[in-house]
């Protein structure tokens, strides 16, 4: 349970059947622990973030007949697993996606391994939206039912030997349908605001310009070069942690938009094109290294979709294989703005079929 009204409509509804129930509140970051390590005043941290979510977690046990209700501080896994791979990858000018990584590593991970054992045994449930599906005998995740919510993009990753050990009672419900329930059944969360974004991001405010403020505390500002594709520079920018591919580069002295196409993590210089529709932001293919395939055998060429951002679109494409474990991903159309170190995820339909790490990307230009 996270404190939100998912977890505790999922609590409800787990409550009224015949399971051996126990809540569990993962712990795995701290803005009190953050604020210590940074310098007075300058985080903006609340310094009670998961006290408060503790609070409500609580509450909700309480109210739905004393569901015994433990926390478990998985701080320090986190921040070896998730945090600072991710440093290492927003310093070098990549995108990585660590609620993915969370998920995989941590929540059914070594959330999964404490509160279970070594077999296994029993289900962790979550307010995920997203289904399960068997596929030739193996446990496959399927979307969620409310397209607007559906939240299989970060289980992606997550094995098909963990999810058999998975529930999502949320996931063939719609949120209007989950909140409605939560204020029938006077949930202590039931009005309670939905969180977004990072979990370590916290309250310090919304968009890019918030998040990379808050890299600045973790990541050696590096300045350098706004270029053309030509070379000419147009101006400056902090670091390559505080843009991404895509992304709107504000650059003063010029009237006409400007958009990160390229970063070069050597010189230190991010190549800016004018327009969204520039053939540097097309991407045609991208290869991974480390795809990981859910499915007994794996889908190649033949009509698949893809998507490297939650909530966007699923795209058409065809998986190559290239090697033991990599693949190259083509699109047709091309698929705008795509990093090295986004998460891509590949369906057949609804059911997520394999995901790994965008290590190139290949454009029309």
């Given amino acids: 349970m996270s404190g939100g009204v998912d977890s505790s409509v999922v609590a409800a509804l787990l ?14 970051w701290s803005t009190l622990d953050e604020r210590g390590s940074m310098q007075a005043g300058s985080g903006g941290a609340m310094g009670c973030d998961w006290q408060r979510e503790w609070r409500d977690v609580q509450a909700v046990c309480r109210h739905l007949g004393r569901i015994p209700v433990d926390m478990i501080d998985l701080s320090q896994a986190y921040w070896l697993q998730v945090f600072e791979p991710a440093l290492e990858q927003w310093t070098e000018g990549t995108t990585p996606n660590p609620d ?9 991970g070594a959330l999964m391994d404490r509160i279970l054992g070594p077999s296994l045994d029993g289900w962790l449930a979550t307010g995920h939206y997203a289904q ?18 559906d939240q299989s993009f970060f ?16 996931g063939s419900m719609h949120k209007t349908d989950v909140r409605a329930l939560a204020r029938t059944l006077q949930l202590p969360t039931a ?18 310009h918030a998040f990379a403020r808050f890299l600045d505390h973790y990541v050696i ?3 350098g070069d706004l270029v053309t594709p030509e070379g000419h520079v147009l101006g400056q920018h902090r670091g390559l942690h505080t843009l991404t591919i895509g992304q709107r580069a504000r650059i003063p002295s010029l009237l006409e938009r400007y958009y990160v196409a390229k970063k070069d993590p050597a010189t230190r210089r991010i190549t800016v094109v004018p327009g969204k529709t520039h053939p540097m932001l097309q991407c045609v293919a991208l290869d991974t290294d480390t795809f990981a395939w859910h499915t007994p055998i794996p889908l190649l060429d033949t009509p698949l979709l893809a998507q490297v951002r939650y909530r966007q679109n699923a795209q058409p494409c065809i998986v190559q294989s290239r090697g033991s474990s990599g693949v190259r991903i083509a699109f047709e159309p ?8 986004q998460t891509v995820v590949v369906y057949d339909g609804q059911v997520c079929v394999g995901s790994g790490t965008i290590d190139r990307v290949y454009t029309e230009a």
């Fill in 221 to 223: 500002s590096e300045p």
């Fill in 15 to 28: 409550a009224r059947e015949d399971y051996d129930l126990r809540a569990v509140y993962m712990r795995n």
């Fill in 191 to 208: 009005d309670k605001d939905e969180s977004m974004g990072l979990c370590f991001v916290g309250e310090r405010g919304s968009g890019a």
């Fill in 132 to 149: 399960r599906t068997m596929y030739e005998g193996r446990t496959l995740l399927q979307r969620g039912r409310d397209p607007t919510k």
């Fill in 155 to 170: 289980l992606s990753s997550v094995p098909p030997s963990r999810l058999t050990h998975a529930l999502f009672p949320l």
């Fill in 100 to 108: 993915v990584e969370c998920n995989r590593s941590i929540k059914f």
């Fill in 334 to 341: 091309s698929m705008q703005a795509v990093s090295p170190g």
